[in-house]
């Protein structure tokens, strides 16, 4: 069964940095696209980041120079680092995984950030 799991999120004070993590099982991702995306009540999800199957990353304009998206083809994982967080980046915050020329997504659970003093 494949299964993406979420890790690495919390509580955080304005200013602070967090590292997300998402690991796969179940199935070989070393070729797939990865994507980070976050979600608040009564909104739609949204794309924070995205990286390519060799690596390239593009950043929504809310996070560029303070979000790092990067990946480990060996130990199939993702990751999202979060620096100079702001109380808007309070979200629960999903990883997303798919294959080039696929249309099937596979979703990790979420992991709530919650960004406060």
């Known amino acids: 069964q494949v299964q993406l799991v979420e890790s690495g999120g919390g509580l955080v004070q304005p200013g602070g940095s967090l590292k997300l993590s998402c690991g796969a099982s179940g199935k070989s991702f070393s070729l797939a696209e990865g994507a980070w995306y976050r979600q608040v009540p009564g909104k739609e999800r949204e794309l924070v980041a995205h990286?390519?199957?060799?690596?390239?990353?593009t950043y929504a304009d809310f996070v560029k120079w303070r979000f790092t998206i990067s990946r480990d083809n060996f130990r199939k994982t993702i990751s999202l680092q979060m620096n100079f967080l702001k109380p808007e980046d309070t979200a629960v915050y999903y990883c997303?995984?798919?294959?080039?020329?696929?249309?099937?997504?596979?979703w990790g659970q979420g992991t709530q950030v919650t960004v406060s003093s």
């Open positions: 990286i390519t199957n060799d690596g390239t990353p």
């Open positions: 997303k995984r798919q294959f080039p020329s696929s249309t099937r997504e596979f």
